[in-house]
């Protein structure tokens, strides 16, 4: 197990960019895959990137080429750059740890992009 608090949110305009910080409560280095997920109002929750422990990344191909996901083991934190936001891009981001057959999750932070 694992808590995940997140930051970074906030409002921004269209063509903005953010960068949001997952800090782990304690070390990510064997943690096999950490992602950032997204849940716009009315839509169901979705996968934005994932990192495993091995650096190898995946996106949605919504935000490929906007968006970078990194993660920094010494600090036991994932980030997620996100540039060229679109008002789309408009959701709670939680970041995700899949640890064997378990899901830890954060709190959430809200991304906002006006246009």
């Known amino acids: 197990q694992v808590q995940l608090v997140e930051s970074g949110g906030g409002l921004v305009q269209a063509g903005g960019s953010l960068r949001l910080s997952c800090a782990a409560s304690?070390?990510?280095?064997?943690?096999?895959?950490l992602g950032w997920y997204r849940q716009a109002p009315g839509k169901q929750r979705e996968l934005v990137a994932l990192?495993?422990?091995?650096?190898?990344?995946n996106y949605a191909n919504s935000v490929k080429g906007r968006f970078t996901i990194s993660r920094d083991n010494a600090k036991n934190t994932v980030y997620l750059r996100m540039n060229s936001l679109k008002p789309e891009d408009t959701a709670v981001y939680y970041c995700?740890?899949?640890?064997?057959?378990?899901?830890?999750w954060g709190q959430g932070t809200q991304v906002t992009v006006s246009s």
């Open positions: 995700g740890a899949f640890i064997g057959g378990s899901e830890n």
């Open positions: 304690r070390s990510i280095y064997t943690i096999n895959a």
């Open positions: 990192i495993s422990s091995g650096g190898t990344t």
